[in-house]
């Protein structure tokens, strides 16, 4: 092939290597604008890991970049005049123009053909001239090639919030450094780490009201430096901050960061009489924030895994195109992986203020965290001892202990743990009551070792049901049912029981979940009631706008079914305000259009309905008993609820009198388009946690107690609800609990049920063991429940 790279970074120059080194029949060329030794970076970082990857893509040029490197594995974070040092993070750095240098001597030496000061106006041209067959964009964060087929690529380019300045240093670092100084304006932020013998990178970041405020819009370069080097002089000792890029002018060189994505990254144009694919590579086909380092590693590995698939594929006879299909179907995927990762890390450098009522141990420790990529084990096979100490810090100064399993009080109650029974439907109440099969389920939980076991979403009236087959609480039968099951909780566990109420509102009147969710019944259907007349699908029926009679009976329902579960014994009431549900109907801008007092574009109006029944439950339930409120954190869908409108509507909830704020997202329309991931939700639930100062409960996609670890420790939330895991092992807690630490169980400090030790613990294993045991003989348990409905 005839091979043309246009763009001479770590990208283009790497692919042009290994292609190069794979048939050296190719024609590889690779055109820079810029003169060899020229480069506007400082240094570069990259992860052991990335350096595996190179070193089995390419062991010479592995060894060259090695023997460059800078190495470290300390992280220091200096925070409100203290510090924390933790070791084992494995990183290098090196001089963005020594990396350059090396893959341009190692591209030399194999015979590709390097191309300097060629600015490339016309890649076609370019293409005819060399008679590519391959193009492959690698021009950088401002692609003109990306810009010029935007139609194909489709990117989306979205700037961030802080302003940030890559600056050097001759200060020599032996950690990684993240350094933060509060101004009476706001707080900056240096990532510094040094990359040669004599060198370091200091980039300085902060939010664009905080830069403006401070006048650095309206500086030149040697005045915002001379600022700069006075806010961070502690650590600097003397030495001066240096810029490379004096040709910019004023405040040119603070930018705000670029992130990139792209649809696609292939283009095929006919270019000489032929069809050739013009691939984007680099930064010019995706971007991931500094604070993960990773645009140099996504770099270099897109190169890599381009070159492995046309190893793979070539060979073998595979077209052209199909390698490029199979790289980027594999590629994206884990781009998103990286880019998401480094979305958290953004998000949390841009909200540092948010952050700063933690102390210093609490804000290393979030910080490390932050991508949600370390985990709390993680962090654990890094620097056992440092995380050991935290743990402990954490439980007060006693010994260490997983910070799942560290207790948590609420009000007059105290949870055990950290660990919640996710409300989940399970469609097996019969007129509303609930049956055996409760017992079993809710018992065998509690007896498991959770904490809080929370009742599936129950309604006040038979018509806020969501199926026939889900429970209610509005007659003497359902609510004696219900205390045999709090009473059983409480007699034969430490666990706690609360009920999460809620009416289904335009959700209502479908069939059970393993019949198809959300659908409407084939026949019996009962009217519903929303905020207005919108149904949840084309397929369900319409619901009627609520009247001023109707919100007074459904208040009246909800206060009666309050009253019913005080006398039932339930520690917690939760009131659903989520998932499209009723209330949930009247906070959305997407169901809600009404044009009274109760909706419009006001939050405080939308909310007002669902605030009258949540101060009518409050007035009713005892103060020293938790209330908590689930909400939609986002409604993923244009013209929702956004996270930021959480933020209020959790104020408002708090100001009301709300204890916790149950954080999940979605469900409010069909179109909805969430972006799933491991833990998806937790960053809705940090937010509203840390700005508003409220307890929180994380939910959705929390399925590993080192997830668990991570969210309570990192004071994300103070809660971890989990669903299906318990679904698969009602011991899920016990077993985590005994899997993290094998001496755990026969720690005397542990909470409550581990206080005996392990001979307690088995007990309860024993005692869950029977309970499941009874569900096999149960007839109501034996039906197919595989599709519950996680109502997280």
């Known amino acids: 092939m005839n091979i043309l790279c246009i763009g001479g970074g770590p990208a283009g120059l790497y692919f042009a290597l290994l292609m190069k080194q794979q048939d050296p029949a190719h024609r590889v060329t690779v055109v820079e604008r810029n003169r060899p030794f020229d480069t506007f970076g400082w240094g570069v970082v990259l992860s052991d890991q990335t350096l595996a990857n190179l070193q089995a893509a390419d062991a010479p040029t592995a060894a060259l970049i090695g023997d460059a490197f800078n190495h470290w594995d300390d992280i220091e974070v200096f925070f409100k005049g203290r510090s924390v040092r933790s070791s084992g993070h494995g990183f290098c750095g090196i001089g963005r123009k020594r990396l350059l240098n090396i893959l341009q001597d190692r591209c030399l030496a194999v015979g590709v053909e390097l191309v300097f000061e060629t600015d490339v106006a016309d890649d076609q041209a370019l293409a005819v001239q060399y008679g590519a067959d391959l193009v492959i964009a690698s021009d950088g964060l401002n692609s003109r090639i990306r810009t010029r087929y935007a139609a194909t690529y489709q990117p989306d380019i979205d700037l961030r919030e802080c302003r940030f300045v890559w600056l050097g240093t001759h200060k020599k670092l032996d950690a990684f450094t993240f350094a933060f100084e509060q101004t009476e304006h706001g707080w900056f932020q240096a990532h510094a780490y040094q990359f040669d013998a004599d060198t370091s990178t200091f980039i300085i970041e902060t939010p664009e009201a905080v830069w403006k405020a401070h006048g650095l819009d309206q500086m030149e370069q040697p005045e915002a430096i001379a600022f700069c080097e006075k806010l961070f002089a502690k650590y600097l000792d003397g030495n001066a901050l240096i810029s490379n890029a004096t040709h910019l002018r004023g405040s040119a060189n603070w930018i705000r960061f670029p992130r990139v994505i792209c649809n696609t990254w292939v283009h095929r144009e006919t270019i000489g009489g032929k069809q050739v694919p013009i691939v984007l590579m680099g930064d010019a086909a995706h971007t991931a924030h500094f604070s993960i380092g990773s645009g140099t590693k996504l770099a270099l590995e897109d190169a890599i895994d381009l070159a492995n698939e046309f190893a793979t594929g070539l060979p073998n006879g595979m077209p052209m195109d199909e390698v490029l299909i199979h790289y980027e179907a594999r590629r994206s995927v884990e781009v998103l992986k990286i880019q998401n990762a480094a979305r958290n890390s953004t998000e949390w450098f841009e909200n540092v203020n948010r952050y700063t009522g933690m102390e210093v141990e609490q804000f290393a420790y979030s910080l490390l965290t932050r991508s949600q990529r370390i985990s709390h084990e993680n962090l654990r096979l890094r620097d056992a001892a440092w995380l050991e100490g935290y743990e402990a810090w954490l439980a007060g100064g006693k010994a260490a202990v997983p910070p799942m399993l560290t207790p948590f009080t609420l009000k007059g109650v105290t949870l055990k743990n950290r660990i919640v029974v996710s409300p989940m439907a399970t469609y097996s109440a019969v007129d509303g009551v609930p049956q055996d099969f409760h017992l079993v389920h809710l018992g065998a939980r509690a007896l498991g070792g959770a904490a809080l076991v929370m009742v599936e979403m129950t309604s006040p009236t038979p018509e806020g049901r969501i199926t026939p087959a889900c429970t209610g609480l509005w007659n003497d039968a359902q609510q004696a049912a219900f205390t045999r099951i709090v009473n059983f909780v409480h007699g034969s566990s430490t666990a706690k029981i609360g009920l999460q109420l809620g009416h289904s509102g335009p959700k209502g009147s479908t069939r059970v979940g393993w019949e198809g969710t959300d659908e409407p019944l084939p026949d019996g259907n009962w009217p519903l009631l ?259 409905e996680e109502e997280g």
């Not at 009723?582 to 939308?606: C, K, V, W």
């Not at 939330?717 to 026969?746: E, G, K, Y």
């Open 530 to 788: 929303a905020a207005s007349a919108l149904a949840y699908g084309e397929q369900n029926q319409s619901p009627a706008a609520m009247t001023r009679t109707d919100m007074d009976q459904m208040t009246a329902a909800f206060t009666d079914s309050t009253r019913r579960a005080l006398a039932c014994g339930f520690d917690w009431l939760e009131l659903h305000c989520a998932h499209g549900y009723l209330l949930a109907s009247f906070i959305s801008p997407i169901t809600n259009q009404r044009t009274d007092e109760y909706g419009g574009s006001s939050i405080d109006n939308r909310c007002r309905y669902p605030l009258e029944v949540f101060a009518a439950v409050r007035a009713v339930w005892p103060a020293d008993k938790p209330l908590s409120v689930r909400i939609s954190a986002h409604d993923w869908a244009p013209g929702g609820t956004t996270p930021d409108d959480a933020v209020q509507i959790a104020r408002l909830f708090q100001a009301a009198g709300a204890d916790l704020i149950d954080v999940s997202s979605g469900q409010t329309t069909r179109a909805a388009k969430p972006v799933y991931g491991r833990m998806y939700q937790t960053p809705f639930a940090d937010r509203i946690r840390n700005e508003v100062g409220i307890a929180t409960m994380a939910v959705g996609a929390i399925s590993e107690a080192d997830h668990a670890n991570s969210i309570v420790a990192a004071g994300r939330a103070d809660l971890c609800a989990i669903a299906r895991p318990h679904l698969a092992d009602p011991a899920w807690t016990l077993h985590a609990a005994a899997q993290l630490s094998p001496v755990a169980a026969a720690h005397t400090d542990w909470p409550l049920q581990y206080a005996s030790g392990r001979d307690q613990m088995l007990r309860e294993i024993a005692k869950q063991k029977q309970v499941t045991a009874l569900a096999a003989q149960a007839p109501s348990a034996t039906k197919n429940r595989a599709s519950a």
